[in-house]
């Protein structure tokens, strides 16, 4: 028993983190040609600026900023109001948030230290007040590129479904269940462009959860 905790222990600091940092030099080396093109078809097709970038809550509740290329215009209505996400949302868009390729900028995030290939899922810092208490311990680990919760099989998950493969992934880090959600996620990405996925909204965590909250509903600020 020992020994498999040392393992787990080991891979959890060490060795994730190495592959990570491998991982992520190697692959934007590699797809330096494929951020170009992304950078000028965002430019040209929405505008600037071509990266989005928003506050997400990390690993122990560190707040850092992820940057995604933008796949929504800045239209607004008569009196300046952004328009709904679905007005805003472009062909291209669609295709960058269906193929994932609007996440390749979390490449350098990752080298960073900021995420990991693999982890729970960064969320935006004014979900925090929604999150309940079991939930937080999704926190413990590094946010990741690709999240655990493609081992549901699912193109669409519930944010119930997506928490509970979170926090059961930050409790049993390990390489065997990495490369299953390697894997899991290989098969999700091609169903998430033949159900043209990146179209598909669904609703903050926020607003989510303030229609389902009962009184005695716990929910935690920090953790």
Known sequence: ??????????????????????GSLTAIIILLPVYILIAFAVFFGMGHPVLFAQERIGQGGKIFKLYKFRSMTDARD????????????????????????????????????????????????????????????????????????????????????????EVYYAEHVSLLLDIRVMVTTLEILVKRVIFNYGAEFRPHLNVYRKSKMGANDEVHHAN
């Open 1 to 22: 028993m020992r020994n498999k905790e040392n393992r787990f222990l080991m891979y959890k600091r060490y060795i994730k983190r190495l592959l990570d940092i491998i």
């Open 78 to 165: 008569n009196e300046g109001n952004l328009l709904e996400e679905e007005k805003r949302l472009t062909k291209l868009g669609i295709f960058l948030r269906s193929s994932s390729l609007d996440e390749l900028p979390e490449l350098f995030l990752i080298l960073k230290g900021d995420m990991s290939f693999i982890g729970p899922r960064p969320l935006p810092t004014y979900y925090a007040p929604y999150f309940y208490k079991k939930e937080w311990a999704r926190h413990k680990v590094r946010g990741g590129l690709i999240p655990p919760d493609s081992l549901s099989h699912k193109v669409f998950t519930t944010w119930e479904e997506q928490f509970e493969y």
